[in-house]
């Protein structure tokens, strides 16, 4: 790691390339094989049938971590006095319950533990992002793989993955319990509306557009806000980590700012983690509420 | 950004890890709390009741200490009315009692002073028959005087 621009940009693209698995494009060296990319171009050129297998190891894995973790603590509660792990797990469980019961008025059996394999799953990947930049990718040098990002909510594709799943949830909520009907309506007769049926007419496809956009930017946003604050987040931390390139002076100041940045950061991916929840929870309670 | 097929992945993860927590983690940790929290209800309870009941036994404590003094307090009085009862009436059967003996004492004497009286009277009889003999220095019949001395002693 030298400070030289060249390869600080080289560094730089290293640490924000995922380890792809894919077939190779026609017109590739390795036409029509499977293997992983050597590159971003060649990540770029497997089309959409490949898999970061970076992120899809480290995403189970931590999600695995937490159920495993969560289910000792479930398997041994008893109303008796908790003991360490089982008083911490009902201390999460309980803030958890708060804020579904704070945040969405209906009943149902699925949001609380949605939001909490949302909160905790998303906390745990962010918190990759506290492990040193190079450890885990110079591990995974030495052991001969040549690509790896070990913060799963730094790829788009995890975040529009659990993005995606919770607007597919909320869609599906609200036809179960607006109807289709109601739903259309909903898309379609809001927030103009006008007495005179002709007018109404005319309404329908601007309301449509409004509201569509309304709802398309739900999980937009909800996933671009993860994402990009863990890209940030992690940017900041390469650039801080190229600092140890340089002189001895340098590379003490980059220690002490690594440490500020890693302290204001616990925030960040705790509020982050926080905040994917309680969208969620608010966007299913708006999809189950019925409007009038 | 390159979307591939870790959408999907991720997509399915995320719902068998959702599935997983609603079924096997959320459920026995909320029925832990819930119970715990019926317990500490009923535990809570249970002492409000222990308290309610220890006031109400003390108060019953007292209650009877209470009844027991009066009764207590009724039974000396009765027992000093009756003392005083009692020695009233022994004052009175003494003194009906003496003045019974007073009475008997009395008409002893009386009886006592008759006898003392009769016997006297016969001596003076005699005392008074052997006077008048003796005076008289004659031979009387003691029948024919009989009548006249008899009428003479009955008026002494």
Same mark, same amino acid.
């Given at each position: 790691m030298s400070a030289a621009p060249e390869t600080s940009a080289l560094y730089i693209k290293h640490h924000l390339t995922n380890l792809t698995f894919g077939q190779f494009p026609a017109g590739h060296e390795h036409a029509g094989h499977w293997g992983f990319a050597h590159s971003v171009?060649?990540? $770029?050129?497997? *089309?959409?049938?490949?898999?970061?297998?970076?992120?899809? %190891?480290?995403?189970?894995?931590?999600?695995? %971590?937490?159920?495993?973790?969560?289910?000792?603590?479930?398997?041994?509660?008893? $109303?008796?006095?908790?003991?360490?792990w089982q008083n911490f797990v009902e201390w999460v469980v309980e803030f958890i319950d708060d804020s579904v019961r704070g945040s969405f008025s209906g009943k149902n059996a699925l949001v609380a533990p949605l939001a909490l394999t949302i909160f905790i799953w998303v906390f745990l990947m962010n918190f990759m992002d506290l492990l040193p930049v190079d450890w885990l990718p110079w591990l995974a040098g030495v052991l001969g793989v040549g690509h790896l990002k070990v913060v799963p909510s730094t790829d788009p594709n995890i975040t529009f993955g659990l993005s995606l799943s919770v607007f597919v949830l909320v869609l599906y909520y609200s036809v179960k319990m607006k109807g289709v009907g109601g739903f259309v309506g909903e898309l379609t007769l809001m927030p103009f509306q006008a007495k005179n049926k002709v007018v109404q007419t005319l309404f329908i496809p601007i309301n449509f557009l409004l509201e569509s956009v309304t709802l398309i930017a739900k999980p937009v946003s909800l996933s671009l806000r993860l994402f990009g604050n863990m890209y940030a987040g992690e940017m900041?931390?390469?650039?801080?980590?190229?600092?140890? *390139?340089?002189?001895?002076?340098?590379?003490?100041?980059?220690? %002490?700012?690594? %440490?500020?940045?890693?302290?204001f950061h616990i925030l960040i991916i705790t509020l982050q983690a926080f905040i994917f929840m309680t969208l969620t929870i608010v966007y299913l309670d708006m999809a189950s509420q019925e409007h009038h | 950004m390159n979307f591939n097929a870790t959408l999907i992945g991720q997509?399915?993860?995320?719902?068998?890890?959702?599935?997983?927590?609603?079924?096997?983690?959320?459920?026995?940790?909320?029925?832990?709390?819930?119970?715990?929290?019926?317990?500490?209800?009923? /535990?809570?309870?249970?002492?409000?009741? /222990?308290?309610?009941?220890?006031?109400?036994?003390?108060?019953?404590?007292?209650?009877?200490?209470?009844?027991?003094?009066?009764?207590?307090?009724?039974?000396?009085?009765?027992?000093?009315?009756?003392?005083?009862?009692?020695v009233e009436a022994a004052k009175g059967d003494a003194v009906e009692e003496g003045n019974r003996l007073k009475a008997a004492a009395q008409a002893e004497i009386e009886q006592e002073v008759n006898r003392a009286r009769e016997s006297l009277r016969g001596q003076v009889v005699e005392l008074a028959t052997a006077g008048a003999g003796r005076i008289l220095k004659r031979e009387l019949d003691a029948t024919a005087n009989d009548e006249l001395i008899k009428d003479l002693v009955a008026r002494i």
């Open positions: 171009q060649d990540a $770029a050129g497997f *089309g959409f049938w490949s898999i970061n297998v970076d992120s899809m %190891l480290f995403s189970i894995g931590l999600g695995v %971590l937490f159920l495993w973790l969560f289910r000792m603590a479930a398997k041994t509660a008893t $109303a008796d006095a908790p003991g360490g900041i931390f390469i650039l801080i980590a190229l600092m140890y *390139g340089g002189s001895m002076a340098l590379g003490a100041f980059g220690g %002490l700012l690594q %440490l500020g940045w890693a302290i | 997509s399915i993860t995320f719902l068998v890890f959702v599935w997983f927590c609603m079924k096997f983690v959320w459920p026995p940790i909320m029925a832990a709390l819930e119970e715990r929290k019926a317990k500490i209800v009923a /535990g809570l309870a249970a002492a409000d009741r /222990g308290k309610h009941e220890q006031e109400l036994a003390q108060k019953k404590a007292a209650e009877t200490l209470h009844q027991v003094k009066q009764q207590a307090a009724e039974i000396i009085a009765r027992a000093e009315k009756r003392a005083a009862e009692i």
